[in-house]
């Protein structure tokens, strides 16, 4: 059986990071193996991470401390039921030579800005010596290519077997600064033969779902007055939005999976928002920010969805986006992408 490892930000507290890693591990063991992810440890990386995860945003109540808190244990305690390997310092791994495979990503891990996982030189494969090497659906998040690649890590991606990203401007960086031409993936998210989903079935009242956070007005407004109009709760799941009729703060990944897929509809500025509601097929509008721009921009670009971008100066398309399903053309882009992404991972097995 070949050994395969993980490397991405897998101790994130976020509910993409979480099931990211959890999907690709699923999808490598429907394929016979037994995947592990690389469990690297940084105090300095845990420290940043867990004060931005007890207080993601400033000027947030104290109260809600604890409420972030109860949300961090539930992240932490799905993470540790993933298979790991030891933990290892991550500024010096081990070199993983036994390892048949290690795919790099999901995830931003080639983002240069990111605030204190940026520049690492394990997620561009320092060090790293499996048999192959492989990217994921890698990406540099907000790092624009306007901005070109520096040549250490130009040299550090040219050693990878096979490259993959999930978005075009990633696509764009490595092309023209790595020279070669990358394969553009889904999310692992995604990829068809993976997790059951939970059923819909459920007592609770239908609800609006909001994932994310700093809502432009015109959004907050509209999707006020189409809930009203059909009698339907909002719920912001993750993080407080006071214009929501309820906060679910403490909500875990696999309360974000249930919640999602029982939700009416999504309203989200998150890229896994935009993830979800694609995988669960609930209509959704997603509102473009410049962080995100590239991650979410270039996924509804993919799969064909960019009319789902909400645009304050027509308010009024919030009503079509919301009762609309998700397109079959939308589908169909996504089965597109879906056999390619499995055609390079079996590439990557071979």
């Not at 993409?16 to 016979?32: C, D, H, N, P, T």
């Not at 320092?126 to 890698?138: C, G, T």
């Not at 939005?241 to 909500?251: F, L, P, Y």
Request: charged share 25%; proline share 7%; net charge positive.
């Amino acid at each position: 059986m070949k050994k395969i490892g993980i490397l991405t930000f897998h101790r994130c507290v976020n509910y993409g990071a979480y099931w990211q890693v959890r999907y690709l591990s699923e999808y490598f063991k429907r394929q016979g193996y037994e995947p592990q992810v690389l469990d690297y440890g940084w105090r300095g990386f845990f420290v940043k991470e867990i004060g931005h995860a007890l207080r993601p945003f400033r000027g947030a109540p104290k109260s809600d401390v604890l409420r972030f808190g109860a949300k961090t244990l539930k992240c932490y305690r799905a993470q540790q039921k993933i298979r790991r390997t030891p933990s290892f310092p991550l500024r010096n791994p081990p070199d993983f030579s036994e390892f048949d495979l290690i795919a790099v990503g999901s995830d931003e891990v080639w983002n240069l800005s990111h605030p204190w996982l940026g520049k690492v030189p394990i997620f561009f494969g320092d060090q790293l010596k499996p048999k192959r090497l492989v990217s994921y659906a890698a990406s540099f998040g907000n790092y624009p290519a306007a901005n070109g690649l520096p040549a250490e890590w130009v040299q550090r991606l040219r050693r990878f077997d096979y490259l993959s990203v999930r978005d075009k401007n990633s696509f764009d960086l490595v092309e023209r600064e790595v020279g070669r031409t990358p394969t553009f993936v889904l999310d692992p998210c995604l990829l068809a033969e993976t997790l059951q989903d939970p059923p819909r079935g459920t007592s609770e009242p239908p609800y609006v779902l909001v994932y994310g956070n700093r809502f432009v007005p015109e959004l907050v407004k509209a999707t006020q007055d189409w809930a009203r109009a059909r009698s339907l709760r909002i719920i912001s799941i993750g993080y407080r939005n006071d214009w929501t009729d309820r906060s679910v703060i403490t909500a875990g990944p696999h309360d974000f999976l249930r919640m999602m897929n029982q939700a009416a509809a999504v309203v989200t500025t998150y890229f896994h928002g935009c993830v979800f509601s694609l995988r669960c097929q609930r209509p959704f509008v997603a509102q473009l920010s410049p962080y995100r721009a590239n991650k979410v921009g270039g996924l509804l670009s993919a799969v064909k969805a960019t009319h789902r971008v909400f645009d304050p100066a027509i308010p009024r398309q919030l009503d079509t986006l919301l009762t609309t399903p998700i397109e079959p053309e939308v589908l169909a882009a996504i089965s597109a992408h879906r056999k390619v992404s499995h055609d390079f991972l079996q590439t990557c097995l071979a």
